[in-house]
């Protein structure tokens, strides 16, 4: 077998696959968004821990007429904070 035209790595430390149940690995393409002939490839291993989907890794790749090339990686979405309703004396109090 030939050798493949373009090869893209992404490397997985072996401590973030520890207390996974399970992986999946999802490969999505999806139309360019300016360029609707080109594709954008999605690759992305997921992992089940404590009942909550977790995304280990994932790379983009994005293919037009001037062939492949890998994507910026993605930043990963913000922890969602806990909001807490203070009462104006509780706020005042700290403040003094």
Do not use: C, H
Request: no cysteine; charged share 30%; proline share 9%.
């Amino acid at each position: 077998m030939p050798p493949p035209k373009y090869s893209f790595r992404v490397s997985i430390d072996p401590e973030s696959l520890q207390d996974f149940e399970r992986f999946f690995l999802n490969v999505a393409i999806f139309s360019g968004k300016k360029d609707l002939n080109a594709d954008v490839i999605q690759i992305q291993i997921s992992g089940l821990r404590s009942d909550n989907w977790e995304t280990v890794s994932r790379i983009g790749v994005y293919r037009d007429e001037q062939g492949y090339r890998e994507l910026p990686p993605l930043k990963p979405p913000e922890p969602k904070q806990e909001s807490i309703k203070l009462s104006k004396e509780e706020i005042m109090e700290g403040l003094s």
